[in-house]
DNA sequence: ATGGTGGCCCGGCCA
């Protein structure tokens, strides 16, 4: 079972690429972050076309998750299962062919001294809460999107240019070592300890040509998965050409 | 590097 996770910054503008990198790739379930669209703008006909089942979690303009399938697509829950309901599309869980997968958009958090970082530390808090209702660490689980934490220094191109700022903060990194205390395990890392692995780079600057990113997209996944997994990677060549996210695919392959 | 870009949609906000 091939599983990705793509923060696709816009699923109408990038509606394109999306489908080349599907039809080059051919992805089992995707999990997709930032479509910034409505449920009704969602195009489910086009991949289902493609051989998806999918489900989308929309609000408008920003945020959107959406998980697309051709393995089963069943038990769809949008928004947290468990506490108040977030009041953004920021999460959406569905179960595939005995794997339940959870498509995450974490809030960026903004500036450590913002309301919105706040935000951003309870949505991890909730999102702690929703792992343990839906599953076991026994069990088959990958929670994967855009974080927006860098997991440790090495997922980062420059501690010194980051000091202060959100995506690497002990608190956000508290909240992640939680879901790793639970049971979920950082499989990419685990299989490529070597630095300069990144998913995001800013469209600024030329970051990407520089070297300048950051991982902050991440597929974790319980014990069973992670056992199971025969190879991990970063799809950097999605990243390159006409009017690319700023985010690129991560993928695992689980045998099954 | 804190915007020189690129989403949203048409003036800024957000990442």
Known sequence: MLIATWNVNSLKARLPRVQAWLEDVHPDVVLMQETKMTDKAFPALTFKEMGYESAHFGQGQWNGVAILSRLGLDNVRANFVVGEPDGEARIITAD???????????????????????????????????????????????????????????????????????????????????LHDWGLRDVLREQHPEPGIYSWWDYRNGSFHRGWGMRIDLLLATSNIADATMWTAIDRNARKGEQPSDHAPVLMEVST
Do not use: F, M
Not at 101 to 130: C, F, I, M, T
């Open 96 to 178: 595939c062919s005995g794997v339940t997968v959870v498509s995450v958009y974490v809030p960026n958090g903004r500036a450590l001294d913002h309301e919105h970082y706040q935000y951003k530390l309870r949505w991890l808090d909730q999102l702690a809460k929703h792992v343990a209702a839906i599953a076991t660490p026994s069990g088959n689980l990958v929670v994967g999107g855009d974080y927006n934490i860098a997991p440790a220094d090495i997922d980062v191109w420059d501690t010194k240019a980051l000091e202060g700022s959100t995506h690497v903060s002990a608190a956000e990194r508290e909240r992640l070592e939680a």
